[in-house]
T-cell receptor
Framework: GQQLNQSPQSMFIQEGEDVSMNCTSS?????WLWYKQDPGEGPVLLIA?????ELTSNGRLTAQFGITRKDSFLNISASIPSDVGIYFC??????????????FGQGTILTVHP | DAGVIQSPRHEVTEMGQEVTLRCKPI?????LFWYRQTMMRGLELLIY????????DSGMPEDRFSAKMPNASFSTLKIQPSEPRDSAVYFC????????????FGPGTRLTVL
């Protein structure tokens, strides 16, 4: 089945630093998504990308859909303590039995030191 | 507005017992997803429903797992008999039909099978 390789697995940064994480796949996805999970909660959608090459921002977050459709990255600028959590990439293929089915990366654990 | 509601939030049971997890999707959403999250395997889609009909159950681990959606506002995931390797956090998520990327996750049920 499809697999998403997300890196890094964890990051320890100082408040104010920028953060970058990425996801690669051996398969082509038509949609890339980035979720954040706080401790004890379910994942929350941050950004959705629908077109190869698309660059989308949501506040201090910026994500891009790779032109090969096999990768995506997420950047967080000027990190703050509440950015702490686990960030997941997810990909979706369209059509057929894959419709609606998301494949998730293993997650990047972000720790921000004040 | 209420989000996705899951119960119980925590369940501790003994091997061999039946476990039933419950989910109430967001009102008006007609797609419902059950996920399992573990450290080893990350977030895995178990099954999803569209308009109360199971669309893809290829992620259900084995016959011990079953899911039902008797109406638009309620779904159950049952494990019978439970085994220690079933210990995980089980998430329910819902979305509007046609917007399956924007999945709203519940807080999860943490299941421990002793």
């Amino acid at each position: 089945g499809q697999q998403l390789n997300q890196s890094p697995q964890s990051m320890f940064i100082q408040e104010g630093e920028d953060v970058s994480m990425n996801c690669t796949s051996s398969s082509i996805f038509n949609t890339w998504l980035w979720y954040k999970q706080d401790p004890g909660e379910g994942p929350v959608l941050l950004i959705a990308l629908y077109k190869a090459g698309e660059l989308t921002s949501n506040g201090r977050l910026t994500a891009q859909f790779g032109i090969t459709r096999k990768d995506s990255f997420l950047n967080i600028s000027a990190s703050i303590p509440s950015d702490v959590g686990i960030y997941f990439c997810a990909g979706r293929m369209s059509g057929g039995t894959s419709y609606g089915k998301l494949t998730f990366g293993q997650g990047t654990i972000l720790t921000v030191h004040p | 507005d209420a989000g996705v509601i899951q119960s119980p939030r925590h369940e501790v049971t003994e091997m061999g017992q039946e476990v039933t997890l419950r989910c109430k999707p967001i009102s008006g959403h007609n797609s419902l997803f059950w996920y399992r999250q573990t450290m080893m395997r990350g977030l895995e889609l178990l099954i999803y429903f569209n308009n109360n009909v199971p669309i893809d159950d290829s992620g259900m681990p084995e016959d011990r797992f079953s899911a039902k959606m008797p109406n638009a506002s309620f779904s159950t995931l049952k494990i019978q008999p439970s085994e220690p390797r079933d210990s995980a956090v089980y998430f329910c998520a819902s979305s509007h039909q046609g917007s399956e990327d924007t999945q709203y996750f519940g807080p999860g049920t943490r299941l421990t099978v002793l």
